[in-house]
């Protein structure tokens, strides 16, 4: 079935760090890619998403690219704010149905 | 556009009671799903509605578990019996699908189930 692998957090970083979060999935079909963003006591939010090889989400200053040569899709920003911590997810869903698979998250914690 | 809210935020039950839960979606959306989701783990997917009717539900996680949408507009999820293993955040979203295409899903902030 699908699944998907993100690194294990915390992830800890101090401002204006580089940030990259793994995420490879391994999918049946030909997937769409997807990283959701949970603040603390809020619900997830899609952050970005891409829906075929090579393409580059982006949002927020946030990037990742779908690899589908190394099944990856790892998020990435060029400077962390404080206001970045958060728990990151990873997604990925195949089919007309939208059914979304997710990694366990990965907490982004960012130091002043 | 009020997001999408869910009540209670937070129950705490006795082993073996029933317990239900309420979703209301963005008003215009017609697809409403149900996940669960476990400390240190991402949100897991249970069922989902397209309007009233239930498209997938193969993935409630017993018999003890129903969810309904019965004017295609709010929507309950029930857990009959409950269990210790039970406890966890259960999240609704809710999306706007026209056939064929994927749609952002819209989440709420969940309902935290204890379960003593």
């Known amino acids: 079935g699908d699944s998907v692998t993100q690194m294990e957090g915390p992830v800890t970083l101090s401002e204006e760090a580089f940030l990259t979060i793994n995420c490879t999935y391994t999918?049946?079909?030909?997937?769409?890619l997807f990283w959701y963003v949970q603040y603390p006591g809020e619900g997830l939010q899609l952050l970005l998403k891409a829906t075929k090889a090579d393409d580059k989400g982006s949002n927020k200053g946030f990037e990742a690219t779908y690899r589908k040569e190394t099944t990856s899709f790892h998020l990435e920003k060029g400077s962390v704010q404080v206001s970045d911590s958060a728990v990151y997810f990873c997604?990925?869903?195949?089919?007309?149905?939208?059914?979304?698979?997710f990694g366990r998250g990965t907490s982004l914690i960012v130091h002043p | 556009d009020t997001g999408v809210s869910q009540d209670p935020r937070h129950k705490i039950t006795k082993r073996g009671q029933n317990v239900t839960f309420r979703c209301d979606p963005i008003s215009e959306h017609n697809r409403l799903y149900w996940y669960r989701q476990t400390l240190g783990q991402g949100p897991e997917f249970l069922t989902y509605?397209?309007?009233?009717?239930?498209?997938?539900k193969s993935r409630l996680l017993s018999d003890r578990f129903s969810a309904e949408r019965p004017k295609g507009s709010f929507s309950t999820l029930e857990i009959q019996r409950t269990e210790q293993g039970d406890s966890a955040m259960y999240l609704c979203a809710s999306s706007l699908n026209p056939s064929g295409a994927i749609y952002e899903q819209y989440f709420g902030p969940g309902t935290r189930l204890t379960v003593t």
């Open positions: 997604a990925l869903s195949t089919g007309g149905s939208y059914i979304p698979t």
């Open positions: 999918a049946t079909g030909y997937p769409s």
């Open positions: 509605f397209q309007n009233e009717a239930q498209l997938e």
